[in-house]
């Protein structure tokens, strides 16, 4: 019987040695596989993130130079258009020149530290949406600047458009076209004043 029991447990040893050598195999195995899974997962991770930014930031500019019609206006470039235009108040003319009104609007702006020629990018874009883009406002009576003080007519001083030369009641709406000259002036001024400004805006260069 002894003999018996001996011969049995021999056999529960040998049954348990193959047993453990497998199963330290096994996890030696998924302990590589793991580890080689996790080193491939720290590189493709990154690799997916900065792939994701660099399609992010290609769609955002992308979607940013999309010619896409504005709600009010043409598709931008649809037109390219110049011309030459002065602000007068009170004898003093507004310099658009200066680095706050470069190119504020992509439809209609001043640029390349020029503030005599106005650019429209689009069909039916008008006048006014140039003023209002550098913060200003022109309406039919006064022209506000960007720190709202408003000059109105009032019967000693007025507002006044010239449009190549002859007067028009409304410049706001105007659509400018290629190689207009466009004056508004605001003051108690005389016909020989207000002719000097529309002789000086003719001479004045359109830079295309």
Known sequence: MKQNKKKD?????????????????????????????????????????????????AVTVYSENLQKPNLKFGPLGSEH??????????GE???????QYQV?????HVENNDGNTLHRHATRVPVGEFFRSVGMNVTN????????TSYCSNGTSN?????????????????LKDN??????YGNKNEMETQQDLDALRLTKIKK
Not at 81 to 90: D, G, R
Not at 93 to 99: A, I
Not at 141 to 148: H, Q, Y
Not at 162 to 175: D, E, F, L, P, R
Request: proline share 3%.
């Open 81 to 90: 258009v110049h011309a030459a235009f002065a602000v007068k108040i009170n």
């Open 180 to 185: 207009d000259r466009i004056l508004i002036v």
């Open 9 to 57: 447990n021999n056999n529960l040893k040998k049954d348990k040695t193959p047993n453990t050598k497998k199963e330290k195999v096994e996890k030696s195995y998924f302990s590589v596989t793991r580890k080689r899974r996790n080193k491939q997962l720290m590189i493709i991770v990154p690799a997916v993130l900065v792939l994701i930014a660099i399609m992010a930031y």
């Open 141 to 148: 009576n006064c022209f506000t600047l960007e720190n709202k």
């Open 104 to 108: 504020r609007s992509k439809y209609i």
């Open 159 to 175: 507002l006044e458009f010239y449009v190549n030369g002859n007067k028009t009641n409304s410049i706001a709406n105007y659509v």
């Open 93 to 99: 003319k507004l310099n658009f020149s200066q680095p």
